[in-house]
């Protein structure tokens, strides 16, 4: 089955810099790859996603690249904020209607 | 986008109690809903799909006897903890697809004392 990968586990920067995470996902039939993010006892929120038919997405601050050679995809959060603090999650599925594979997570805290 | 709301958001029980968890499709349908589990500092695992009108799939390793699912209606799912124990605190998290993005309900604390 899918496996997804994802790193840091932890990531400090400082406010205004900017942030990124990475994930791997292992099999090659996953084509969706949405990033949560969730805040202390809250639900997983969606903030950006990508389909494999699509190599990058920005959404404002946020953007999300994805290489399906490598099978590998990013995301990228730039001027970052006190309220990007929270634990972000990248996940994959293989078709709209699947359950979501998701990686360990990444702890943000950005500092001001 | 589409909401998928949790209730109740929090829940205390004794040990050997049973616990429902409701997982609804405010403004939309969903012929299929998935059941997470959390626990602290770790990531959401996947227990089991909830699909309308027939049995859930389980995730291995899950007991299907012990975490009972009903999916009665279209914006509808239920997972009832039966007999829980101390280990069975977690925070429950269901979702559910809506125009081809996965959409979370905000989660159900237990704790079972």
């Known amino acids: 089955g899918e496996n997804v990968e994802q790193h840091p586990s932890t990531l400090s920067v400082q406010e205004g810099d900017s942030a990124v995470i990475k994930c791997t996902y292992s099999?090659?039939?996953?084509?969706?790859f949405p990033w949560y993010k969730q805040e202390l006892g809250k639900g997983p929120q969606l903030i950006i996603d990508?389909?494999?038919?699509?190599g990058e997405k920005k959404d404002q601050r946020i953007a999300v690249t994805l290489n399906k050679t490598a099978k590998h995809f990013s995301l990228h959060i730039t001027e970052t904020q006190p309220e990007d603090s929270a634990v972000y999650f990248c996940?994959?599925?293989?078709?709209?209607?699947?359950?979501?594979?998701f990686g360990k997570g990444t702890t943000l805290s950005v500092s001001s | 986008g589409a909401v998928v709301s949790q209730h109740p958001s929090r829940v205390i029980c004794k040990s050997g109690t049973s616990v429902k968890i409701e997982c609804r499709s405010l403004?939309?349908?969903?012929?299929?809903m998935f059941w997470y589990r959390q626990f602290p500092k770790q990531s959401l695992m996947l227990m089991a799909t909830?699909?309308?009108?027939?049995?859930?799939?389980?995730e291995q390793g899950v007991e299907k006897d012990k975490f009972l699912i009903n999916h009665a209606s279209l914006t509808l799912s239920t997972l009832t903890v039966t007999s829980a124990h101390p280990e069975d605190s977690s925070f429950y998290i269901c979702?559910?697809?809506?125009?081809?993005?996965?959409?979370f309900g905000p989660g159900t604390r237990l704790l079972v004392l």
């Open positions: 979702s559910a697809w809506a125009e081809e993005t996965q959409y």
């Open positions: 099999d090659s039939a996953s084509n969706y």
């Open positions: 990508i389909r494999s038919n699509v």
């Open positions: 996940a994959a599925s293989t078709q709209a209607g699947t359950a979501l594979i």
């Open positions: 403004d939309f349908q969903a012929t299929t």
């Open positions: 909830s699909n309308e009108g027939s049995k859930a799939t389980y």
